[in-house]
Nanobody, 126 residues
Framework: QVQLVESGGGSVQAGGSLRLSCAAS????????MGWFRQAPGKEREGVGVIGRDGTSNYAHSVQGRFAIYRDDAKNTLSLQMNSLKTEDTAMYYC????????????????????WGQGTQVTVSS
């Protein structure tokens, strides 16, 4: 059974840090682009960042320089290190796997991502 399970969410004050993890079962990460997404109440889901099978990562402008994505295919884990958190980072965070191997596809809203976890909540207070 293909499964993605996020963990590491919680409440933190602005300026703080959190590290989210995503545990993947099966071969879901095998050679596939992986991504982190988030959705705040009343807002559309948005891409936070992606990491290709070669380790190359790209980030949304809003998190560039503050967030970093890591992958460990041997351990089937994906991580999101979040630093200098802002109140506007408050959202449910999801990890997901792209349908593609050679590229990530459209990750602005995750339309090319086909396997999703159930999410972990991140709340940043001022």
């Amino acid at each position: 059974q293909v499964q993605l399970v996020e963990s590491g969410g919680g409440s933190v004050q602005a300026g703080g840090s959190l590290r989210l993890s995503c545990a993947a079962s099966g071969n879901i990460m095998n050679n596939r682009c992986m991504g982190w997404f988030r959705q705040a109440p009343g807002k559309e889901r948005e891409g936070v960042g992606v990491i290709g099978r070669d380790g190359t990562s790209n980030y949304a402008h809003s998190v560039q320089g503050r967030f970093a994505i890591y992958r460990d295919d041997a351990k089937n884990t994906l991580s999101l290190q979040m630093n200098s958190l802002k109140t506007e980072d408050t959202a449910m965070y999801y990890c997901a796997a792209s349908r593609f191997t050679s590229r990530c596809g459209d990750w602005s809203r995750g339309t090319d991502f086909v396997n999703w976890g159930q999410g972990t909540q991140v709340t940043v207070s001022s």
